[in-house]
């Protein structure tokens, strides 16, 4: 998801977009923080695709970022059957694609099978996969299509929330979409241009038509001081993300356009390795692999104070792996963590750890020291290590912090395993569980501590397993809530990730932008784009 085009590529549609009563285009500016690896909505893996998928792709049902509820798309109604295996859409009528070409059944056929292909390789695709076997897809007339799974699929109809309906019949492919925008230009490196479809579906209260912003000019700019500084300029009108000490700057400025969501899903976390890798001490994997001592690490590590110093209170300590923003899937009967140093001690005690000269040693006698990776560049993530080095300290606890560029960090805790601990943050764009399964299966890739296990290797982590795929397998969601608060129960007992903070979704919006109601969801200020307009207003950005 890194890497990106090299070469200046343009891409000029056909279609064009006529101003309204002979005045300029209205035209947004905002920033994407690395390339589109794709136009190809199926084949996203990568934020930048992502949000022009969101900007560009119609789907047929769409989960509502504010209220969390899902809403009608290109869908009218939906029913899925008894067993989760078979989903039915009753679609609208007389719909075209950006390009003129009709929408029927045939497209979404066509989509379906696209993503389920195994040769497509499509992560969205790989939501749906419950068990082995093919979809099957009927199209009894052109406005009904009826989608089957080999098995029940868990949270069905808001998987659809992420496939951006194709053409089967356009010479565009792609980029001929159902959106309320369209791909007109893009220069490697430099922009993507989206147009206003002038076949887009939704019309307002007053049967005006949808998006009232003609142009969307977004700029392809991965440094985040460069970003707030065009913002101050004027040259921005949003900034979907920005981070705790941007956005204190943007408040004594010019508080109108700092925006406070209030807690995010995104949250920062640590975890030790409790992998078999040769480059790992014995005696170290023994304290890892004890609960004791995670969860005195845990206990020792002041949340609220880096919620208060690193991100300036705009952060709460986390939980769990579930942010209080998902709310119907945060278990609220979880205990809130708590900073006691006099518990962890306990812990440590009653596992045979002692101080000697105040030093914390194993029963062996043993040193307890280690080291934490994180990635450099992180303001945050390095304030916060340090803050947990001291924190540490106080058990009598040595920890020492390295900092790598990214791609060294990813390869030390996804490929050699050459590491103690590390500190990384945790990004969710899904509310449903299952898009966790990953990180949660003991097979997964993402299991972090301990990836891709042939077998569970402790107890604790064979009943998540066994509930993670029993919930996965269920389509009725107060069972599947039972099951998944029981790991969320599992994950606060065991600490196999230490949750840290979840931070505030944080955002930029110009006054010149009307309309505009940030949320904790991703996209967080353009969730709504298209019933946000310009005003007249050239006032935008911050106070200079």
């Known amino acids: 998801m890194w890497g990106y085009l090299r070469i200046a590529l343009l891409f000029i549609l056909g279609c064009t977009t006529a101003t309204r009563g002979g005045e300029e285009p209205s035209e947004l500016h905002f920033c994407l923080h690395g390339e589109p690896k794709t136009f190809n909505p199926i084949l996203v893996d990568d934020e930048a695709s ?9 789907v047929l049902i769409r989960v509502n970022r504010q209220t969390q509820a899902m809403e009608p798309g ?20 007389g719909l075209y694609f950006s390009d003129g070409t009709p929408f029927s059944s045939e497209d979404v056929a066509h989509t379906m099978r696209s993503l389920m292909d195994p040769q497509t390789h499509s992560a969205t695709g790989d939501a749906f996969r419950s068990g082995p076997g093919t979809i099957e897809v009927q199209t009894p007339s052109a406005d009904v299509v009826v ?23 356009s010479p565009k492919k792609e980029m001929s979409v159902l959106g309320p925008y369209y791909v007109s230009e893009y220069k490697a490196g430099s922009y993507v241009l989206l147009r206003r479809n002038p076949n887009y579906w939704k019309h307002d209260a007053r049967g005006n038509p949808l998006p009232y912003i003609e142009i969307i000019r977004l700029d392809i700019q991965r440094n985040r001081d460069i970003e707030l500084m065009r913002f101050r300029r004027g040259e921005l009108q ?21 925006r406070n969501a209030g807690t995010g899903l995104d949250g920062e976390e640590m ?11 014995e005696y170290k994997r023994k304290w890892f692999q004890q609960t004791e001592f995670r969860r005195a ?25 579930v942010s209080p923003s998902n709310q119907f899937w945060f278990n609220s009967s979880l205990p ?8 962890a001690q306990a812990l440590l005690s009653r596992a045979g750890f002692r101080l000697e000269g105040g030093n914390l040693k194993d029963p062996a006698g043993n040193r307890v020291e280690f080291t934490l990776i994180t990635n450099s560049g992180n303001t945050a993530r390095e304030k916060m290590a340090t803050m947990i080095q001291q924190d540490l300290a106080e058990l009598g606890i040595s920890m020492k912090v390295v900092t790598l560029d990214f791609p060294s960090l990813i390869e030390r805790i996804t490929r050699t395993f ?32 301990n990836p891709n296990e042939k077998t569970p290797a402790t107890a604790w982590e064979a009943e998540i397993d066994r509930l993670m795929r029993e919930q996965a397998s269920l389509s009725n969601e107060k069972l599947r809530k039972a099951k998944f608060d029981r790991v969320q129960e599992i994950v606060a007992e065991q600490q196999p990730f230490i949750y840290l903070v979840n931070k505030n979704a944080l955002s930029a919006v110009s006054a010149e932008v009307v309309g505009a109601s940030p949320v904790a969801l991703n996209p967080q200020v353009f969730w709504n784009i298209d019933t946000l307009r310009l005003n007249n207003s050239r006032e935008v950005g911050a106070k200079q």
């Not at 992502?50 to 119609?58: Q, V």
């Not at 290109?74 to 609208?92: C, H, M, P, Y």
């Open 418 to 449: 050459d590491y103690d601990a590390c500190l990384l943050g945790l990004v969710n764009t899904d509310l449903d569980p299952n898009g966790q399964l990953t990180v949660w299966l003991s097979s997964g890739e993402n299991h972090q501590w």
């Open 271 to 281: 975890w030790f390795n409790q992998t078999s890798s040769p480059t790992l001490q």
């Open 336 to 343: 809130a963590p708590k900073h006691d140093l006099q518990g």
């Open 147 to 169: 989608v089957r799974f080999p098995a029940p699929v868990a949270g069905l109809e808001r998987l659809f929330d992420q496939v951006a309906i194709l053409s089967s019949k």
């Open 297 to 321: 690490v845990s206990m020792a590590i002041n949340r609220v104070d880096l919620s208060r110093v690193v991100f300036d209170g705009f952060a709460t300590p986390a939980f769990g792996p």
């Open 50 to 58: 992502e949000n022009i998928r969101y900007l560009t792709g119609g």
């Open 238 to 258: 949003l900034i979907n993300r920005v981070d705790a000490e941007q956005f204190e700057r943007l408040q004594k400025e010019n508080p109108a356009v700092a």
């Open 74 to 93: 290109l869908a009218e109604s939906w029913k899925v059957s008894k067993d989760g295996r078979t989903i039915t859409f009753q679609l609208r009528k």
